[in-house]
């Protein structure tokens, strides 16, 4: 237990450890327990209204996955920014990859191996690397692609991921 703490002390300038568990850790318990919670309700098929030219027809919403889901998580809460974005592309039925910071490589570390441990490799994987690993990952060809970032870097990825593959994003742009 001390080495996970010790991983994230490492990577966030020696961050204190309540800081951590408050808003990085129970932020990301909680999202899973509330997930496992809803997802019967979520994957339930809902009545729509039919217009009256259609009748005696019937309408339902019937959510489907997108796919493969890749995750480009920042360097200032990685876990909760990972956990958050991998709970709900999971719940959603997707696959997904996850591209943690360059400037975490010890938390990076630790959560590819918990990835590896609890997760078989076609359901999620983790990359690690530099600034140039990030730009081949955003070039990828996703079915949803999420970045968590600065908008400078924000620009970069949509441009490398939409103009080529059309894919959809959503970003979260913090600075």
Same mark, same amino acid.
């Given at each position: ?5 010790? /991983? ?7 961050? %204190? ?6 808003? *990085? @850790? $129970?932020?990301? #318990? ?12 979520w994957m ?13 027809g019937r ?32 719940? /959603? ?7 943690? %910071? ?6 990076? *570390? @630790? $959560?590819?191996? #918990? ?46 991921a939409c ?13």
């Open positions: 237990m001390a080495m996970r703490w010790m /991983a994230v002390r490492v990577d966030s300038g020696h961050r %204190s450890v309540h800081e951590t568990r408050l808003l *990085e @850790l $129970f932020p990301s #318990l909680e999202g899973i327990k509330h997930a496992r919670r809803r997802l019967k309700s339930r098929p809902e009545r729509r209204r039919v217009s009256l030219w259609f009748r005696p309408a339902r919403v019937i959510r489907q996955p997108l796919g493969v889901v890749g995750i480009i998580v920042p360097w200032n809460y990685p876990i909760y920014l990972a956990v958050g974005p991998l709970t709900c592309a999971l719940a /959603a039925g997707n696959r997904a990859l996850v591209k943690m %910071s360059e400037y975490t490589p010890a938390t990076g *570390e @630790l $959560f590819a191996r #918990l990835v590896e441990r609890h997760f078989s490799p076609d359901e999620v994987g983790v990359v690690l690397g530099d600034a140039r690993v990030a730009e081949t990952f955003s070039r990828l060809p996703f079915d949803h692609l999420l970045f968590t970032g600065s908008t400078h870097v924000g620009y970069s990825v949509m441009r490398a103009c080529r593959w059309h894919c959809s994003m959503s970003m979260t742009a913090c600075g």
